[in-house]
């Protein structure tokens, strides 16, 4: 049964600032063009980016991913892992990362 149940993964991202914030979404803005498409066919089905503001961080965000699978997940960490470097670099930021399987979905619209 768990092999028809999709993963997803919420990666909490901390910014030390402003400015790295600004800079990280502006790389991503440019990237993601480039690797959406390569994402999407190693099986993400799905990303979400929420800027959270009910916390005392002012520069906090949340992105949900949706894979098909675990091998989706696993396929896509390989091209996350490639450009980590340069969409990463020069930025202060805390990541934290959690995994799940959706045992429940209920779709209101």
């Given at each position: 049964?768990?092999?028809?149940?999709?993963?997803?993964?919420?990666?909490?991202?901390d910014?030390?600032?402003?400015?790295?914030?600004?800079?990280?979404e502006?790389?991503?803005?440019?990237?993601?063009?480039?690797?959406?498409?390569?994402?999407?066919?190693?099986?993400?089905?799905?990303?979400?980016?929420?800027?959270?503001?009910?916390?005392?961080?002012?520069?906090?965000?949340?992105?949900?991913?949706?894979?098909?699978?675990?091998?989706?997940?696993?396929?896509c960490?390989k091209?996350?892992?490639?450009?980590d470097?340069?969409?990463?670099?020069?930025?202060?930021?805390?990541?934290?990362?959690?995994?799940?399987?959706v045992?429940?979905?209920?779709d209101?619209?």
């Amino acid at each position: 049964m768990t092999k028809d149940l999709k993963l997803v993964n919420m990666t909490t991202q901390d910014f030390a600032s402003a400015k790295d914030a600004e800079l990280f979404e502006n790389r991503w803005e440019k990237m993601g063009k480039e690797y959406y498409p390569l994402l999407r066919k190693g099986g993400l089905l799905k990303h979400s980016v929420l800027k959270v503001w009910n916390k005392l961080s002012e520069h906090r965000f949340i992105h949900i991913f949706e894979y098909e699978s675990k091998e989706s997940f696993e396929n896509c960490q390989k091209i996350f892992k490639s450009i980590d470097n340069e969409l990463f670099q020069g930025l202060l930021v805390k990541m934290v990362s959690d995994r799940g399987l959706v045992i429940s979905e209920t779709d209101l619209t």
